[in-house]
């Protein structure tokens, strides 16, 4: 079955600093319409970074929860820059570690019925602790915990940050690809 | 460092049908203000359901990627529903499985930088083929592939849908305790 849907019109909502949103009409495959709502993002940046077996997480007040959580070192990209570009400054804004060589491990898309959002994560296992600088208005604290802890997190449910979850996991699983 | 961030004010930009934008003033830890511009989402609940060795995909056209993206069978939560209804519920309108018993996987949060969803994903290998039922609008085609062929398709980087991701490596990682 075809699957394809096809804008009949877009209309811009609200343009925003990180995002914006878009209420479309579309025409479905059988022709009838519908509509619909959703996100532009200029797309996310993230870093899996090990040293010594031990994990960086940054652990940050998540507004839209309500409440801290632990993710790896992870921003939004600026506008037109590269995705490894941007994991680089991140990891070194929030951790103090600059990377010296990296892999990609996957993009992922966070919630792909409303948002258009990729997140590349790359695993970084050589950088050089150069100093932090966070952002202003941006507080976080860095924590470097032992992978085996870490996974002990995600599957109590403690760590539940896709990106997260997804780059820890898939690194389990190609690991060995990375050993040098 | 305390990490809470403080509303001072909240406005709704947009409440639409399946996500409402907020843009609100805070209080940084420093005492400093600051902007937050996010989603209030109902939820999401996902089934990872596997049949015989084999994995229930959706292969669905998602507006905001212009493409075709496989994803285990998902949804929204109606207002007030439980996680796992909903999930059963979204299981049998897409594949036609009614399920018969069935485990929490994990929650995942599929980016916390500026959405509150939560998507509830659970674990079911036992379902009655009854039929599929469809909403009105939605097109989809469900496949039942090989557990070894998603994951390879997770290692190259053509399943990239977070949750589906996050679903199939943490069931390998704890596959031991559901066996039965």
């Known amino acids: 079955m075809k699957l ?6 877009s209309r811009l909502l609200y343009g925003g600093k990180i995002l914006k949103l878009y209420l479309d009409d579309v025409e479905l495959p059988d ?3 519908a509509k619909r709502e959703y996100i532009r993002h200029c797309g996310g940046a993230a870093v899996l970074f090990i040293k010594d077996n031990k994990v960086a997480l940054v652990r940050q007040y ?23 570009n941007a994991a680089w400054r991140e990891l070194e804004e929030e951790t103090g570690y600059r990377a010296e060589s990296g892999v990609k491990l996957n993009d992922i898309y966070p919630s792909p019925g409303y948002t258009d959002e990729i997140i ?11 100093g932090e600088k966070l952002d202003d208005g941006e507080f976080l604290n860095c924590e470097f915990l032992p992978l085996e ?17 997804c780059a820890v996991y898939k690194y389990l699983a190609l690991k060995d690809k990375f050993t040098r």
Chains 1, 2 share one sequence.
């Not at 394809?4 to 019109?9: H, I, L, V």
């Not at 802890?149 to 979850?165: H, P, Q």
């Open 4 to 9: 394809t849907e096809k804008m009949t019109s």
């Open 31 to 33: 022709g009838s319409g």
């Open 62 to 84: 998540r507004y839209a929860y309500g409440k801290e959580m632990y993710e790896i070192p992870a921003g939004k990209m600026d506008e037109g820059e590269e995705p490894l």
């Open 120 to 130: 590349h994560i790359y695993f970084v296992d050589r950088a050089k602790f150069v």
């Open 149 to 165: 802890d870490v996974l002990a997190l995600i599957e109590s449910g403690e760590i539940c940050d896709a990106k997260t979850v």
